[in-house]
């Protein structure tokens, strides 16, 4: 099946420093990756849309310059946290579709990376 | 607007069959997914449901009726490790790049 990963799996930084977090597609293309942020016990949010080689389309209430998406390539996007700050700490996910699939828009997951930020 | 309901939280013992319902609210309709999730990992697809009806894969149904903007997932003979939280998510407008839109998730206990 279609694997995602995603590095770090986990990062611990101080507050004020930037992470950045990669979502790759292992074995196939995707055209179009998605950030998610999960709180404890919360569902996901999605932060944004990532499409390669255009810009991210964020969404209401992320901030863009904060959370700096990438997608340089069909395998890879990245995101990073700038001068992050301990309301940050969250699970971060990714998702990717692949470019090949017709009509079912299943999406799949990466691992998800933990940042706690101090 | 968008939404999706699902409950909370429920309780179930081994062996047992619970339904876990989700409705759902959104601008336009391409699918409907449920993921299984473990606390601290990432969601696993578990079943896809675009037209009405029932679809069976071995402990786990999904069911779809379109008109009421309603879907449940079925587990059947459950076992300890189904404790997870359970997460109904849809498509809405197809356009390029389109995410899925989640519900907050149903966390279910499964006790002995």
């Known amino acids: 099946g279609a694997v995602v990963s995603q590095h770090p799996s986990r990062v611990i930084c101080k507050s004020g420093t930037s992470v950045k977090i990669e979502c790759r597609s292992l074995?196939?293309?995707?055209?179009?990756m998605f950030w998610y942020r999960q709180f404890p016990k919360k569902s996901l949010m999605l932060m944004a849309t990532?499409?390669?080689?255009?810009?991210?389309?964020?969404e209401q209430g992320v901030e863009k310059d904060k959370f700096l998406i990438n997608h340089a390539s069909l395998t890879l996007s990245t995101l990073t946290v700038t001068s992050a700050h301990p309301e940050d700490s969250s699970f971060y996910i990714c998702s990717a579709r692949d470019a090949g699939t017709g009509i079912f828009d299943e999406q799949f997951f990466g691992p998800g990376t933990r940042l706690t930020v101090l | 607007g968008q939404n999706i309901d699902q409950p909370t939280e429920m309780t179930a013992t081994e062996g047992a069959i619970v339904q876990i319902n989700c409705t759902y609210q959104t601008s336009g309709f391409n699918g409907l997914f449920w993921y299984q999730q473990h606390a601290g990992e990432a969601p696993t697809f578990l079943s896809y449901?675009?037209?009405?009806g029932l679809e069976e894969k071995g402990r786990f149904s999904s069911f779809l009726s379109r008109s009421k903007g309603y879907s449940y997932l079925l587990l059947k003979e459950l076992q300890m490790k189904d404790s997870a939280s359970y997460l109904c998510?849809?498509?809405?407008?197809?356009?390029?790049?389109?995410?899925?839109?989640f519900g907050k998730g149903t966390t279910l206990s499964v006790s002995s």
């Open positions: 449901n675009v037209l009405d």
């Open positions: 990532s499409n390669e080689g255009s810009k991210a389309t964020y």
């Open positions: 074995d196939f293309q995707a055209t179009t």
């Open positions: 998510a849809v498509i809405g407008v197809r356009r390029a790049g389109t995410a899925l839109i």
